[in-house]
Each structure stands twice: as C-alpha cells, then as structure tokens.
C-alpha cells in the first residue's frame, strides 16, 4: 500500500479497470479500481476536477491550456490531458 500527499498527484487517467496516477517528478502508479471508484477515495475539495471521463486533474498543476474543441491541457509533468467540449466552460472558469 502507497500513500500519497494531494499535492503529489499531478492527474488520474482511467485505463479500462484500471488506473493510472501521475505523480510529481515523473512517477507513476497503477492501481487495480476504476476511475470512479479512485475518484470516490478522494476527499471533497476545489483541487481536483474531472475534465473528461478519463481524466481526473490537479488544477494546481496545470501549466497551458490550448483552445480547439474542448481543448487540451499541458500538466506540471509535461503530459497532456483532452478536455471533454462538455467540461470547457466549467474548467475555464476554475482556471482564468
């Protein structure tokens, strides 16, 4: 069993069964529950959003957002996360 600080979690992706937890300075983790059961670990707060239905973010480690549909973001970890076109005025709103 790992344990993690909030602010270590850069963002979550759902990969089928599973998923996949990126982490500051390049680490990552696979956990065998889903992304809803993951998400439903995590304690109520404005730090964490879900911006697609495979993606669960830090919106602290957000570094660039680029416009076109729903948009993509660039993470702290250089990774990039799909904005869902159904999410892009809520997480604008979180981030401007």
């Known amino acids: 069993m790992s344990f993690y600080e909030l602010n270590e979690i850069v963002f979550i992706k759902a990969e089928g069964s599973y998923t996949r937890i990126f982490l500051t300075n390049n680490r990552m983790e696979m ?3 889903n992304l809803k059961e993951t998400i439903s670990l995590f304690p109520e707060n404005e730090v964490f959003f879900r911006v697609h239905n495979s ?3 830090n919106l602290n480690h957000i570094s660039k957002y680029y416009k ?5 973001l660039i993470m702290s970890n250089n990774e990039s996360v799909n904005i869902s076109r159904h999410k ?3 997480i ?4 401007l």
């Open 88 to 90: 892009k005025t809520e």
């Open 55 to 57: 993606y669960y973010i």
């Open 92 to 95: 604008l709103k979180k981030i």
């Open 68 to 72: 076109h549909q729903g948009g993509t």
């Open 31 to 33: 956990i065998s529950k």
